[in-house]
């Protein structure tokens, strides 16, 4: 258990409506990331934090964006939801020894637009 | 490019025999570590094995242990022994810089009893 919950877990909700995901860690860890999971994609990067106001894009960070004001929490918010933001989206923390941490995962959200 | 290819997208093994899961990948960097990450039907993502490129040795995790091949790029996964609850989703990933990872499309592996 890497202490990370996100909420919520399920979500239904309409094209061009605001979304946003939570995050939150228990642990202090500096660096947090967002995923999204599609079939035959694995796990995409969308944006990470490396700390409280610094965030940076990920490989898929179009329509996306993302803010962290306590080093607990981070959020990732869909502006103006599309059918293509449909996913599994999944928070990760890195553990570890500068240089060689490795990442946990949360539970993820399931996020459906119709 | 960073990428990292799993070219089986199903495997299947009976249950007490071993099974191989490939990976290649590819990067330009020349420090770099790679992981195992099992997913279960509850989608939680788990950490199975982590390797460190500067280490020859390869890693071990009771049952799983890897075959890392740096010179050809590859890291495959043996499963030992296989147990139902190893049925899952598997995912290959390569962290680069800046602790990003990037995933392999993933191999669905089932055990039959």
């Known amino acids: 258990d890497a202490g990370i919950t996100q909420s919520p877990r399920h979500k239904v909700t309409e094209t061009g409506t605001p979304v946003t995901l939570r995050c939150h860690q228990t642990?202090?860890?500096?660096?947090m990331y967002w995923y999204r999971q599609d079939p035959g994609h694995g796990l995409r990067l969308i944006h990470y934090?490396?700390?409280?106001?610094?965030?940076d894009k990920g490989e898929v960070s179009d329509g996306y964006s993302v803010s962290r004001s306590k080093t607990e929490d981070f959020l990732l918010t869909l502006e103006s939801a599309t059918s293509s933001q449909t996913s599994v989206y999944f928070c990760?923390?890195?553990?570890?020894?500068?240089?060689?941490?490795?990442?946990?995962f949360g539970p993820g959200t399931r996020l459906l637009v119709l | 490019a960073q990428t990292v290819t799993q070219s089986q997208p199903e495997m299947s093994v009976q249950e007490a025999e071993t099974v191989t899961l490939s990976c290649t990948y590819d990067?330009?960097?020349?420090?770099?570590?790679l992981f195992w990450y099992k997913q279960p039907p509850s989608r939680q993502m788990i950490l199975v094995i982590r390797q460190e490129a500067y280490k020859q040795q390869n890693a071990t995790e009771n049952r799983f242990s890897v075959n890392f091949q740096k010179a050809a790029k590859s890291f495959s996964l043996k499963i030992s022994d296989s147990q139902l609850g190893d049925a899952a989703m598997y995912f290959c990933a390569l962290r680069l810089g800046g602790g990003k990872l990037i995933f392999g499309q993933g191999t669905e592996l089932s055990v039959k009893p």
């Open positions: 990760a923390i890195s553990r570890g020894q500068s240089g060689q941490e490795t990442q946990y």
């Open positions: 642990e202090n860890h500096r660096y």
């Open positions: 990067t330009s960097e020349s420090d770099y570590y």
């Open positions: 934090s490396y700390g409280v106001k610094d965030t």
